[in-house]
């Protein structure tokens, strides 16, 4: 009888941990547009060498697709692979920083601090404390050195630190410009931050922010990386010299990241947080509009930065974005409010670009409206042509005269092989001969093409001519 109750709770423990798998997997994504979201992430992983790449996507301010690709670890001769599961965190390097910002404006609503207080008044003896505030530091305007600037782990940093290591090294030297006269992005403004939260509410970093964010977000795969690291079944950290084989990487010694890095988590977690973002649903909309807000110089020129988060206007809509990198793992983040739209992409290679170059190409996809009529029209003759064929009731006489079934062969055998584009863009429009000009740039993982037209006032297309960007 033990044995077999043995068995029913192992039985229990694995459909446990399966639903807890489950949980992390959503899928309610257009079709259409799912199967262009994982041939851009399968390509880009291809294209740059990365091993996987968790992603999580808003649209309509909710979580509608979380979905993982590549290898979470390869086979390096000893250890066989595994393939990567939307369950399975990645530290999200500076990322963190935001959820430090968070806490920082929560304990303001509380009457504890005012963001507008002199660091000196909560950690004595940095330099010109009295002078910097907690502002200045969130939004990298304080002047204090950055202890890490490099894409890799130094020899040092191997070793644990304390936070007293740490701004002894770097708050307590001269400052590299005057507070609030320049933007210059720092980590040591984020641990001096993350000890005025534990000052000021007597426990530890973590704990705040897990009392108070993970816990009523539902974010149950949060992991403080920078005490544990994070092992299998989570994703594995890879770094690689040059071109070469991905390798497993070097782990910071425990303290190096704290405020400015510390978390790992789910694609799928981070989406959560990306909701609250978009719904407003944690802090005061005076918090929110701090943390969004651009923050300027004395002289008042823009710094592109919020409040843990970069801040800028695309095609009139606000976009709140943060990239994040420790060893072996580089990650990007980025949220549209007004459109309800976001994009939470984990990778594990550091110093890559594939994190990035997913959000940029998927994001235009996750837009409403996302193509114009003449983006649109442009791209389907792509696609068309890509095939060996074309709409003639588009041309006028000239363009048809020029697609030559030479012209055709050459286009379908010269563009048929890349496949669709992972954008397709207008980047600029103008006026000449009586026709309007449109030039449209389309990308490709590892190249990029510009198309021109030119279309008459009845439609008709006069030109449509593909080069490469060299």
Not at 43 to 63: C, D, F, N, R, W
Request: hydrophobic content about 40%.
């Amino acid at each position: 009888m033990r044995h077999f109750a043995r068995i029913v709770a192992l039985l229990a423990i694995v459909c446990a941990l399966a639903a807890a798998a489950r949980a992390q997997t959503v899928d309610s994504l257009d079709p259409a547009l799912r199967a262009r979201v994982d041939r851009i992430a399968t390509q880009v992983l291809e294209q740059t060498g990365v091993p996987s790449a968790s992603i999580a996507i808003l649209q309509h301010g909710k979580l509608v697709y979380a979905h993982a690709y590549g290898r979470a670890r390869v086979y390096n001769g000893k250890v066989m692979p595994q393939p990567a599961t939307a369950d399975m965190r990645y530290a999200i390097g500076s990322i963190s920083k935001q959820f430090t910002a968070a806490a920082l404006l929560m304990l303001q609503e509380e009457g504890k601090l005012s963001l507008d207080d002199p660091v000196s008044k909560y950690v004595p003896g940095l330099t010109r404390g009295e002078e910097v505030t907690i502002r200045q530091l969130l939004s990298h305007t304080s002047g204090y050195q950055d202890y890490w600037p490099e894409d890799y782990v130094m020899t040092p940093m191997l070793a644990p630190a304390s936070t007293e290591h740490i701004l002894d090294g770097w708050a307590r030297k001269p400052l590299d410009f005057d507070p609030g006269t320049k933007w210059q992005y720092s980590n040591t403004n984020y641990v001096i931050a993350g000890v005025i939260v534990e000052k000021v509410a007597g426990e530890p970093l973590f704990d705040f922010i897990d009392k108070r964010i993970f816990r009523p977000l539902g974010m149950k795969s949060v992991w403080n990386s920078d005490v544990t690291k994070l092992e299998s079944p989570d994703a594995t950290a890879y770094y690689r010299h040059a071109l070469g084989m991905p390798r497993v990487a070097p782990k910071e010694g425990a303290g190096w990241m704290f405020a400015a890095g510390e978390l790992a988590m789910t694609a799928h977690d981070l989406a959560l947080w990306d909701e609250s973002l978009i719904a407003q649903s944690l802090l005061k909309p005076e918090s929110y509009k701090q943390m969004f807000t651009e923050v300027k110089l004395k002289d008042g020129k823009g710094t592109g930065y919020g409040l843990g988060v970069s801040v800028h206007t695309v095609d009139g809509h606000q976009i709140i974005e943060h990239s994040g990198e420790v060893s072996g793992f580089v990650a990007d983040n980025e949220v549209i409010p007004d459109a309800g739209v976001a994009i939470a992409v984990l990778t594990n290679l550091d110093a890559s670009s594939g994190a990035g170059q997913i959000v940029r190409a998927e994001v235009p996809l996750l837009m409403p409206g996302a193509l114009k009529p003449e983006e649109q029209q442009a791209l389907d003759i792509f696609l068309d042509l890509q095939k060996g064929r074309i709409d003639r009731s588009l041309l006028a006489p000239n363009l048809n005269d020029y697609f030559t079934a030479e012209a055709l062969s050459d286009f379908r055998l010269s563009l048929g092989r890349l496949g669709e584009p992972m954008t397709f863009r207008e980047t600029s429009t103008s006026l000449r001969g009586g026709m309007t000009f449109h030039a449209f740039s389309i990308t490709y993982p590892n190249r990029q093409l510009r198309l021109t037209t030119y279309t008459y006032p009845d439609g008709k297309l006069e030109q449509y001519l593909i080069a490469p960007v060299e």
